[in-house]
């Protein structure tokens, strides 16, 4: 199973997985996603390179994945998309950080038409905040353990619903800004 | 008279900006891949070869551009390509980088590039779209465009905040639905019409207005 995310990602159509054999899914969260890092005047070479990784895996990822299982899904299924408020262009008063907040407003972007496509299938969509929490892909730092961003990512789902389609919660409940 | 510097600037909005500008007496820098008759017979400073989608053309450009100083940078250039859930792989996902390369990295690395000709009290203006305010999408699809405009929207915004501290204001500007080449003959406005607002933008922008996304007509736009 290793593979599969990046055959899905490359392929991007259930037709061309001819072994998907997944059942029906209730829940798809993708949650995959890499951070580098970037400031302006630095931006060239590899530091380049690595805005357009960012870009390809936490931006087009989760559309291939959601895409290629489209199939599995139902009405009633949920989609979560785990984005970053690092992505939200109002929230943004610190600058920087150019590839993982374009990164992650593009991915809101994909979210908010995903939620617009597949309102008419019964299928709800969420963009998720978990928060700054204490992972590999932030070095270590973070302030919340993943169990507890987890435990809110989780309870944001249970909430979701056809009527709360296309929208941007922190783990913790609030809603956040685009 | 400002020295103000358009990229795209062959056709479209970004020529209908060109002559704007030049017609009120500012000096202009049209930048493009490849002049046209229209763009020549305006008698301003043509810089060809610029491929905002390729670095290498953009650091070529300011190298040309060395101690120029510029007033005003219209980040104008992008493409639009089509795409529908389902149908995103082979070509049309090829489409969706071209289309993050160009609209999104391109007028952030030509920015970046031209950072030591702009002073304080310099305009930076990109040419975004309302297709890439997340609030206001309420009909789906456009998935390559739209998130290319978002990320260009982020990146603005980041522009702004880095550039506050010197004296440096940035606009994200939704030019309308205008008539030209890329909408395929479509739209409701006229290139002119659209330039007329994207310039009195720029004019009333200060580093106070500095980070926000405003309609050619005048109004704000949700992000």
């Not at chain 1, 087009?60 to 899904?73: E, I, M, R, S």
């Not at chain 2, 120029?68 to 792989?89: C, E, P, S």
């Not at chain 2, 390559?144 to 550039?163: F, P, T």
């Not at chain 2, 004019?203 to 309609?215: E, Q």
Request: aromatic share 4%; proline share 3%; charged share 20%.
């Amino acid at each position: 199973m290793t593979d599969t995310p990046t055959l899905v990602a490359h392929r991007g159509h259930a037709a061309l997985w001819p072994e998907n054999t997944l059942p029906a899914l209730d829940w798809l969260i993708n949650n995959a996603g890499v951070m580098r890092r970037d400031t302006l005047g630095g931006i060239h070479g590899d530091t380049l390179e690595d805005l357009y990784l960012q870009f390809r895996v936490n931006s087009v990822g989760p559309l291939l994945v959601t895409q290629a299982l489209l199939g599995n899904l139902h009405s009633g299924s949920k989609v979560g998309i785990v984005t970053s408020r690092m992505g939200s262009v109002g929230d943004n008063t610190s600058g920087g950080a150019y590839g993982y907040r374009m990164s992650k407003s593009a991915v809101n972007a994909a979210g908010k038409s995903l939620a617009m496509d597949l309102e008419s299938r019964g299928i709800a969509v969420a963009l998720l905040h978990p928060g700054y929490v204490r992972t590999d892909m932030v070095g270590g730092g973070g302030d919340v353990e993943p169990e507890e961003a987890a435990t809110g990512l989780v309870a944001r789902m249970d909430a979701l619903t056809i009527g709360t389609t296309g929208r941007f919660w922190h783990a913790k409940g609030q809603e956040l800004p685009w | 008279m400002a020295h103000c510097l358009v990229t795209g600037a062959n056709r479209g909005i970004g020529l209908a900006l060109c002559k704007l500008l030049t017609g009120r007496g500012d000096h202009v820098i049209a930048a493009c891949r490849q002049s046209s008759p229209e763009l020549d017979a305006l008698g301003v400073h043509i810089e060809t070869d610029v491929e905002v989608g390729d670095p290498d053309s953009i650091d070529a450009l300011a190298g040309r551009l060395e101690g120029q100083a510029l007033d005003w940078l219209i980040n104008n250039a992008g493409v639009m390509r089509r795409d529908t859930l389902g149908g995103i792989h082979g070509e049309t996902l090829e489409d969706l980088y071209l289309q993050f390369r160009v609209n999104s990295v391109g007028p952030l690395l030509v920015t970046q590039a031209l950072l030591g000709n702009l002073h304080s009290g310099s305009k930076v203006g990109i040419v975004t779209s309302r297709m890439g305010s997340i609030g206001d999408n309420t009909s789906g699809g456009a998935y390559g465009y739209r998130m290319s405009k978002s990320a260009v929207n982020a990146a603005g915004k980041s522009l702004a905040m880095d550039l506050e501290p010197r004296g440096i204001a940035v606009a994200l500007l939704h030019p309308g639905y205008v008539r030209t080449d890329m909408v395929g003959g479509g739209g409701d406005v006229e290139p002119e019409e659209a330039a007329t607002g994207l310039v009195a933008r720029m004019d009333a922008l200060t580093v106070g207005t500095t980070g926000r996304f405003w309609h050619a007509k005048g109004q704000e736009l949700p992000w």
